[in-house]
């Protein structure tokens, strides 16, 4: 059981490259989230997904896109990277439904992303 | 959406003192509120949730209370050590939305 897996763990981009962050997990939940942390401050919501098909935009979704074809996937694609896309990324997830609210969310290690 | 308001945003106390960090939260629907510690360099992890039945819960010298009528919940730690300083975060729940507070530096000093 391996939990959150997130790929890479670090990468350096330049200006106007593109990447996908990779994120899975083998636990069934059916939300899924993708945060990120600049250095010393708090972790904002850039999407997140209710079920394989479903996502939705969170604080900060502008220069990025989401994607869930299974319950298990999760990846975050930057387009066009811009040195204020440099953060730690965190994938998330947890599981939800309108009887069982409330479980512990589970994060990935994270992705070092930095820009130059 | 769900608004989640964190203070301080840094604690400074020494070995021994008590810590007290407060949130309070905009959606009347959450029913879920979860702490949670972050060390540098690391992912967060959870220390403490409570739900809404219930207005407090202690874990060993960490408790969480809880004020539904108000909109605010409170995490308490006592007997503080060195190894209780990092990052900690109160959560917002909001139909399985999560929005983080700002955080609260806490720093123990020996």
């Known amino acids: 059981n391996a939990g959150v897996t997130q790929t890479p763990k670090f990468r350096i981009l330049k200006i106007g490259q593109s990447m996908t962050l990779q994120c899975t997990q083998d636990?069934?939940?059916?939300?899924m989230y993708w945060y990120r942390q600049d250095p010393g401050m708090g972790l904002k919501l850039i999407y997140y997904?209710?079920?394989?098909?479903?996502?939705d935009k969170g604080e900060v979704p502008n220069g990025y896109n989401v994607s869930r074809s299974t319950t298990e996937d999760f990846p975050l694609r930057l387009e066009l990277a811009a040195p204020s896309q440099t953060s730690v990324y965190f994938c998330a997830t947890s599981f939800w439904t309108s009887t069982q609210t409330g479980n512990t969310i589970y994060f990935g290690e994270g992705s070092w992303l930095t820009v130059v | 959406g769900e608004n989640v308001e964190q203070h301080p945003s840094t604690l400074s106390v020494q070995e021994g003192d008590s810590a007290v960090i407060k949130c309070t939260y905009s959606?009347?629907?959450?029913?879920?509120f979860p702490w949670y510690k972050q060390e540098l360099g690391k992912r967060p992890q959870l220390i403490i949730d409570i739900r809404s039945n219930v207005g407090e819960k202690k874990d060993q010298r960490i408790a969480v209370t809880l004020n539904k009528t108000a909109k605010h919940f409170s995490l308490h730690i006592t007997e503080t050590q060195p190894e209780d300083s990092a990052v900690y975060f109160c959560v917002g729940t909001s139909y399985g939305k999560l929005t983080f507070g700002q955080g609260t530096i806490l720093t123990v000093h020996p």
């Open positions: 636990m069934n939940h059916n939300y």
């Open positions: 997904s209710v079920g394989a098909g479903i996502t």
């Open positions: 959606d009347s629907a959450s029913n879920y």
